[in-house]
C-alpha cells in the first residue's frame, strides 16, 4: 500500500500522517517499512533463499537495494548474513 493509498484511506493529509505515524511508531512510514522488509529478509534468508529471490519477495527494487538497506540495518549483507546461518 502506498503512502497515497494510506492517505485517502484514513482522510488524513499525507503530511499529517506521516507526522501522526512518526509520532505513534518513532518513524517515519518509508523507514517503518523498510525495517518490515529487513526482517522479513532476515527470515527468508535462514530458510535458504537467495539474496536476489530475497530481494523481490520483500519488495525491494533490486539486489542491490536490499544489500544498501540490510547491510545499514543488521551490519552485514544478505549474502553474509545467509553464509552465518547455514553454518549453524
Not at 55 to 82: C, E, W
Amino acid at each position: 500500500m502506498s503512502l497515497e493509498q494510506l492517505a485517502e484511506l484514513t482522510h488524513l493529509n499525507r503530511s499529517y500522517l506521516i507526522r501522526v505515524f512518526s509520532k505513534a511508531v518513532g518513524m517515519p512510514p518509508y523507514t517503518y517499512l523498510t525495517q518490515v522488509r529487513v526482517e522479513k529478509a532476515k527470515e527468508l534468508l535462514r530458510q535458504g533463499m537467495s539474496a536476489a529471490e530475497t530481494a523481490i519477495a520483500v519488495g525491494m527494487a533490486d539486489q542491490s537495494h536490499l544489500n544498501r538497506h540490510f547491510k545499514r540495518i543488521v551490519g552485514v549483507t544478505p549474502g553474509q548474513y545467509r553464509h552465518i546461518y547455514s553454518q549453524q
